[in-house]
């Protein structure tokens, strides 16, 4: 992992050089092994979001990324769609499918139009995708995903919390407000909870990559494998 990366907005990174293992940002030389995101397993939260009965029929996974997410919907037997605009992504999420002899539709597709799907999904799925979007891209989003639910779906999203982020390098980190504004004309908001994100990095790992933060790393949160667990909302809503 190369190191001084610089300060970043969402709309700075492209996410298929990440994938790739080459700088995702211009002018940066900050590279990673793995994406940070890439835990090898789907996310504790999407775990228990399934174990609680939260995931109702066909699922569509928004920001799908390497696939793991998806794979264990499948496996639990949901219908699924991944949709990521990382090629390298998807192809990789569909090398894992077919390792695993699971039944995924992974699709490369623009998460703010989603032209190629229709009105079919009864649960939205967003683990970390829509705090990668741009300000100006949120509400495009919002509004793809209420035009391919069907009425009475539930969106569950896990995003970066603005509030607590002080020492986590992280892109777009989001307040309530902006979620508000951006997702209220078509979402009916439930519930708006703060919880974690389980990344690959342990914290010494996060004090080289960010040095500024290093007196600060003991305050991160870690689960019984060392990894960090960054700070998120879980955002529950309903198809208005």
């Keep these: 992992m190369a190191q001084n990366g610089p300060a970043f907005a969402p709309e700075d990174i492209d996410f298929d050089a990440f994938y790739r293992g080459e700088p995702p940002m ?6 990673f092994e793995r994406v940070p995101w890439d835990i090898g397993e789907a996310q ?35 219908r699924v769609v991944g949709v990521d605009g990382s090629p390298t992504a998807i192809r990789e999420a569909e090398r894992r499918a077919a390792d695993k002899g699971l039944s995924v539709e992974f699709v490369v597709d623009d998460v703010t139009r989603l032209d190629g799907l229709d009105q079919r999904f009864s649960t939205v799925l967003d ?11 949120r509400a495009a989003y919002a509004a793809a995903l209420h035009r391919v639910t069907k009425p009475g779906a539930q969106l569950h999203l896990f995003c970066f919390r603005a509030d607590e982020l002080g020492a986590a390098p992280t892109p777009g980190p989001v307040d309530e407000q ?63």
């Design 26 to 31: 211009a002018g940066s030389q900050l590279t």
């Design 178 to 240: 902006d979620l508000r504004n951006n997702l209220g004309g078509h979402w009916k908001i439930l519930d708006l909870a703060r919880t974690h994100y389980t990344t690959i990095f342990s914290r010494e790992e996060f004090a080289r990559l960010q040095p500024e933060i290093a007196d600060r790393v003991d305050a991160l949160e870690v689960d019984e494998r060392g990894r960090v667990r960054a700070p998120v909302w879980h955002l529950h809503a309903e198809r208005a």
């Design 44 to 78: 504790p939260e999407i775990v228990r979001l399934v174990e609680q009965g939260e995931v109702r029929d066909e699922v569509l996974d928004a920001g799908c990324g390497l696939g793991d997410n998806a794979l264990l919907l499948a496996a639990r037997g949901h």
């Design 127 to 137: 683990s970390a995708l829509y705090h990668c979007l741009g300000a100006a891209q």
